[in-house]
T-cell receptor, first 113, second 115 residues
């Protein structure tokens, strides 16, 4: 069965600094991987997805993620943090056998002025 | 814009009083999901409909039911809400076929308060 692990339940960076949110996956088949963002009292918004095409995936709001099979990782990055990036971020993997997605536990991103 | 709509955004009910949450979509997706999300936790899948086929998660309490009268609408019924059912309820949709990634798109959620 597939799973994802998000390292760090809370990450704090200064405005303008690099954002790095870590996600490692476990999958016996080529995975479909997703990053979602959730702002307070909102639903989840798809940031980007990996579907076995290009290993570097660009998403919305300046975020991107790189699929690294050798490291079983799919870390999310943004070169320069903005105050509006403060939110909860979820990494997820598609469980193809059960036709559903499995979420990581989430990482709360805070931005310091 | 195609979207997933949830009504109401905030719902208050009394302990034990049945409540229904609504979800509609204009994406024409064949799968609709209901999730429960408690504070500082990941969403927890309750069940989903693949077309008219209902798929319940093994650990979803019997207190939670769902209906999908047509492609566009799906309802979550909580028969006797308890204090522990206070949460954000998220609806999501996806298009599932042999070539799709089954990417899920979420609505804004309904925050349920149980008094």
């Amino acid at each position: 069965a597939q799973s994802v692990t998000q390292l760090g339940s809370h990450v704090s960076v200064s405005e303008g600094a690099l954002v790095l949110l870590r996600c490692n996956y476990s999958s016996s088949v080529p995975p479909y991987l997703f990053w979602y963002v959730q702002y307070p009292n909102q639903g989840l918004q798809l940031l980007l997805k990996y579907t076995s095409a290009a290993t570097l995936v660009k998403g919305i709001n300046g975020f991107e993620a790189e699929f690294k099979k050798s490291e079983t990782s799919f870390h999310l990055t943004k070169p320069s943090a903005h105050m509006s990036d403060a939110a909860e971020y979820f990494c997820a993997v598609r469980d193809s056998s059960a036709s559903k997605i499995i979420f990581g536990s989430g990482t709360r991103l805070s931005i310091r002025p | 814009d195609a979207m997933v709509i949830q009504n109401p955004r905030y719902q208050v009910t009394q302990f034990g009083k049945p409540v229904t949450l609504s979800c509609s979509q204009t994406l024409n997706h064949n799968v609709m999901y209901w999730y429960q999300q408690k504070s500082s936790q990941a969403p927890k899948l309750l069940f989903h409909y693949y077309d008219k086929d209902f798929n319940n998660e093994a650990d979803t309490p019997d207190n939670f039911q769902s209906r999908r009268p047509n492609t566009s609408f799906c309802f979550l019924d909580i028969r006797s809400p308890g204090l522990g059912d206070a949460a954000m309820y998220l609806c999501a949709t996806s298009s599932r076929d042999s070539t799709s990634t089954d990417t899920q798109y979420f609505g804004p959620g309904t925050r349920l308060t149980v008094l």
